[in-house]
């Protein structure tokens, strides 16, 4: 679990590492997208490594952390420390559950749109236990989020296959379990998911599933539907 795996050539790669959570081991992921001036941006970013460190290395100057919401922020202070010249943008709430956690921007800032054009912000609203955003990247027509859905598959580890099925993920797209207890606001969720699902995207990028592309649109709608959300 050290090496890139390539979604997009010279694009988009992503790298899985072990992640024990509520008695069950996840995979969590980290994406690397390349944008448009060959400059890297890490989404959720692992505790480098030295093999990571080298693989990015070798593919670029990396100039952006995101931390998508206000969990996945653990290995970003390490990843600053090793790329100082790296803005890091994330949310508040991420920060005050993470006083190591330096931002340079808030992802909401609208400033945003003046350092990554090729980004556009997408807020998950009405949920604020995850103040999540998810990014929507044009140039590879590319959705990248965390934990706005979950999936286990075959290749999880037996723990998480256990509970994904009593909980209705196995080989399925749904809303993480623990997510689903805090839904504040339905109707914003709605709006929210809906701007996704508008969105051109090729594929869905999550923290905690394999890559979804065929029938992402669907997927995402129906995990949603099935919360009581009404898209
Ligand atoms: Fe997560």
């Known amino acids: 679990m050290t090496k890139l795996t390539t979604v997009l050539d010279d694009r988009i790669w992503t790298l899985d590492r072990p992640v024990w959570f509520g008695g069950v081991r996840l995979r969590a992921r980290t994406t690397v997208l390349r944008l448009d001036d060959g400059s890297l941006l890490l989404h959720s970013p692992a505790p480098p490594s030295d093999a990571l460190a080298e693989q990015l290395r070798a593919l670029g100057p990396v100039r952006i952390l995101i931390v998508p919401n206000c969990f996945h922020h653990l290995g970003t202070p390490a990843s600053a420390a090793l790329f100082p010249d790296a803005r890091v943008v994330g949310p508040a709430s991420a920060r005050a559950r993470n006083k190591a ?131």
């Open 101 to 231: 956690l330096k931002l340079d921007l808030d992802i909401g800032d609208a400033r945003l749109n003046e350092v990554l054009p090729e980004l556009e912000t997408l807020p998950l609203a009405g949920v604020p236990f995850l103040d999540e955003t998810v990014l929507y990247h044009r140039p590879t027509r590319t959705l990248l989020g965390a934990d706005v859905v979950i999936s286990a598959c075959s290749q999880d580890h037996w723990t998480w296959r256990a509970a994904a099925r009593i909980t209705g993920c196995y080989e399925r797209v749904r809303v993480p379990p623990d997510v689903r207890k805090t839904i504040a606001d339905r109707s914003v969720v709605a709006r929210s998911v809906r701007a996704m699902l508008e969105r051109p995207a090729e594929r869905l990028i999550v923290g905690h599933a394999d890559v979804i592309e065929t029938g992402w649109r669907e997927r995402l709608a129906e995990a949603w539907r099935v919360e009581g959300v009404e898209l």
